[in-house]
């Protein structure tokens, strides 16, 4: 058994108490600042897209999220095609031709797979034909408008022009504008 010649009150223990602090403090400072920094580049990478977007360039696939890089394929598909969906496989082969690195991914069919899963619980895709025999997924036509972000992502990446995607936002803008003005009130607190 291993006895301390270090008590409990001894000089020795203060310093090392103090020592064990200051690294907690530290490391939970480095913890925060991590987060900052996570928040941050998140922040940059959207207006990296939106930027991109606004002088007609394509933002970064690697930008995109494994989620993200799916959406687009999805929504590309169905303006293309909008009785049809993919399957997976030809999601993955997709994602693989417009560049998105699936090599991040231990199982890229199992990640897939995942997040088309989250999509259809959230709504924002639909499983077509019997899902029991083949899973053939289509982006779902969304009735709220999306974030100014993800229209300039996706104007960026359909090739939209910068003035088809202005005047897009204008009309997105009109609507929201004109859903306000026909809010009621808040009544006046006297």
């Not at 409990?8 to 310093?15: A, G, R, Y």
């Not at 360039?57 to 169905?78: G, T």
């Not at 030809?90 to 999509?119: C, H, P, V, W, Y």
Request: charged share 25%.
């Amino acid at each position: 058994m291993y006895h301390s010649s270090v008590t409990e009150n001894s000089p020795e223990n203060n310093e090392f108490r103090a020592a064990l602090d200051k690294a907690r403090r530290e490391l939970s400072d480095i913890d925060r600042r991590e987060k900052e920094l996570a928040q941050r580049k998140a922040q940059l990478l959207h207006s990296v897209a939106g930027l991109s977007a606004l002088c007609g360039e394509m933002p970064p696939i690697s930008n995109l999220s494994l989620a993200d890089a799916i959406r687009a394929v999805l929504q590309s598909h169905r303006k293309m095609n909008p009785n049809s969906g993919l399957k997976p496989t030809e999601i993955r082969d997709q994602l693989r031709g417009i560049g998105f690195d699936l090599n991040q991914f231990a199982n890229e069919m199992a990640s897939i797979g995942t997040a088309l899963k989250r999509m259809k619980d959230s709504g924002e895709v639909e499983l077509l034909g019997d899902a029991a025999f083949s899973n053939i997924y289509r982006w779902k036509e969304q009735a709220t408008i999306p974030s100014f972000s993800n229209l300039a992502e996706l104007a960026a990446m359909a090739g939209i022009a910068r003035q088809q995607w202005e005047k897009n936002v204008a009309e997105k803008v009109a609507v929201i504008i004109g859903a306000a003005k026909t809010a009621v009130p808040p009544k006046d607190k006297k």
